[in-house]
């Protein structure tokens, strides 16, 4: 299988080195909207490396009817990602955690004691529905609390309900929550609406962690073409990232 995109000769690549880690993709074939195969997978890293990523924490999504993922289906198929990584002799540290659909199903198997795939120590990526937050949303996010885990929630620039209401962002800090920006949302990737979002998080300080949250090779060139936007690359390279401490 040939990957002509990244076998290109560049006038240039962003540079995201000063992030080291990145904590939200979808790089483990066949078990959510992510990477199909593991040739596809291992290019989509080796796109990552070339872009100045060198620790990779995936994260397939875990949703109940549609993801039905854990731990069993998820980290062996991460060894043969990293297997395959060594063969080629790619210099990618590779892990895996999961991204967390937050509903009442998430609940009962925390309730019921069954460890979740953590980012690093107590941290947890969740997700919410882009059509509407979940009614008990901070009882879910009290319960994941009470369990011991600290919720870091993703790309919430994404949920269209919070635009009118920036002050909803602050009231999941407020109750313990971190924010995962998406990169590519402050591009304007996601919309107009999503990019607006992404700025203001970004000049309230709000936002703890940056992530690429890739999917496949659309996402990859995005994020090669940010190398042309020099005053958006500076702020992110001058804001205070926790990235390297995951």
Not at 68 to 81: F, G, H, M, Y
Not at 228 to 233: A, D, F, K, N
Request: aromatic share 10%; glycine share 8%; charged share 25%.
């Amino acid at each position: 299988m040939k990957f002509p995109l990244f076998h290109k000769k560049s006038a240039g690549r962003a540079d995201f080195s000063f992030l080291g880690t990145d904590l939200h993709s979808h790089l483990i074939p066949g078990i959510d909207d992510g990477s199909p195969d593991l040739g596809t997978s291992v290019e989509l890293i080796r796109a990552l490396h070339d872009l100045g990523y060198r620790r990779l924490i995936t994260t397939p999504h875990v949703m109940q009817g549609y993801y039905p993922n854990d731990a069993s289906t998820i980290l062996p198929r991460c060894e043969k990602v990293r297997e395959e990584l060594q063969a080629r002799e790619i210099p990618v540290e590779l892990r895996a955690a999961a991204e967390y659909f937050l509903d009442a199903e998430l609940m009962e198997t925390v309730n019921q004691g069954v460890p979740l795939l953590t980012l690093s120590g107590n941290k947890v990526l969740v997700e919410m529905s882009f059509v509407a937050p979940p009614l008990q949303l901070h009882e879910f996010l009290y319960q994941l609390q009470i369990k011991g885990y600290e919720p870091v929630v993703a790309h919430p620039e994404r949920y269209g309900y919070f635009h009118k209401d920036p002050q909803q962002y602050k009231k999941l800090l407020d109750v313990g929550c971190l924010l995962q920006l998406n990169v590519l949302s402050l591009t304007g990737h996601y919309g107009r609406g999503v990019k607006k979002a992404a700025l203001k998080l970004l000049e309230e300080g709000w936002v703890s962690y940056l992530g690429t949250d890739l999917h496949h090779f659309r996402h990859a060139d995005g994020l090669r073409s940010l190398a042309t936007q020099t005053p958006l690359m500076k702020r992110l390279r001058d804001y205070p990232w926790k990235n390297h401490a995951l």
